[in-house]
């Protein structure tokens, strides 16, 4: 049995349908809500849904698992209630890790590329352990993932006890589908998508740099599935632990994003720049591409998806289509 922690999300739920389809067992902790997230999991369910409230209880009736994938979290970068944050992202993932070193469970969970703060050259994105301590989280949510970061590499660096196998996966900007419920933390690409095909220009958030035109800021957008690959390399290569960069290892500009978006769905590119609102003022990454130098160290070898593929796919085969689920 594998459990998988925000399992109904996009994320996790993508996850979900691969480890279905090779016939695993799993347990999703989530909640579905009211929003639709029960069509995420409606092709590949899993054999029970857990109420993260009742997850210690849960636990407690469990001599473990075979491993534990920990994706749920409070990823808005703009979020506020810093006791909330804490509890569920740093507590929980705590709760979680003790329980899988205690019953020699696997863990892997989600980190973020908003632990690199404002870092703004390609050396500067290096998930060296050895570096944790001069990252600088722009926001609350960046911070959060940082703490546990350091807390797990502190533990293993020092020889304290572990999990069998344990990763902490820092994911750079994710698109693809299922992520309908996400509100305001949408992939750029869907909100781009639904911009263009309602007839608008896409809108980009203008330059904060005097140094940066509008449009040329850089991100590192990786398409979901090649996330997925990588989780099911590690839960299939159980000697490799760490932390490691979940990225292309290739900065695209927001202005190829938004070309590439039009571009699928068949629009004209038309762009128009719009100001930045000043709820991101000052928590903005204007680049961020992953060194991804110690994952292939460690043995993957998996090509990454092209910005235009990835969009392509999302568009074509999911955004535009009567059923636009994973």
Not at 23 to 49: C, F, S, Y
Not at 196 to 203: F, K, L
Not at 253 to 267: H, I, K, P, Q, S
């Amino acid at each position: 049995m594998i459990i998988i922690t925000g399992g109904a999300g996009f994320v996790g739920s993508c996850l979900q349908a691969a480890l279905v389809a090779r016939g695993q067992d799993t347990v999703i902790v989530d909640w579905l809500g009211t929003e639709g997230k029960w069509r995420n999991i409606a092709g590949h369910p899993p054999v029970r849904v857990i109420d993260p409230h009742t997850l210690p209880a849960f636990l407690d009736t469990l001599s473990g698992a075979e491993a534990v994938f920990h994706m749920g979290a409070i990823s808005e970068t703009t979020a506020r209630d810093g006791d909330l944050v804490w509890q569920t992202n740093v507590a929980l993932s705590q709760t979680l890790w003790k329980w899988c070193t205690h019953t020699g469970t696997r863990f892997v969970y989600a980190s973020s590329a908003a632990t690199y703060g404002a870092a703004d050259k390609p050396e500067q994105f290096s998930d060296d352990p050895s570096l944790l301590d001069t990252l600088h989280p722009l926001n609350l949510y960046g911070w959060s993932k940082h703490v546990f970061d350091r807390q797990v590499v502190a533990k293993a660096h020092n020889g304290g006890p572990t999990p069998p196998q344990w990763a902490g996966l820092k994911f750079f900007n994710v698109y693809g589908p299922n992520e309908y419920h996400k509100g305001r933390m949408l992939s750029v690409v869907k909100v781009k998508y639904d911009e263009v095909r309602s007839g608008q220009p896409a809108r980009l958030f203008r330059s904060d740099r005097p140094d940066l035109a509008d449009g040329m800021q850089a991100r590192d957008f990786i398409w979901v599935q090649d996330v997925v690959d990588i989780m099911l390399w590690l839960y299939d290569t159980p000697d490799v632990s760490g932390l490691f960069n979940c990225g292309t290892g290739v900065a695209r500009t927001y202005l190829d994003l938004a070309y590439a978006v039009c571009d699928a769905a068949g629009c004209e590119r038309r762009v128009e720049f719009v100001d930045m609102p000043p709820s991101l003022h000052g928590q903005y990454q204007s680049y961020t591409q992953a060194d991804l130098t110690r994952l292939r160290a460690a043995g993957y070898t998996g090509r990454f998806t092209t910005l235009e593929e990835g969009v392509r796919r999302y568009v074509q085969d999911y955004l535009a289509t009567p059923h636009p689920y994973y």
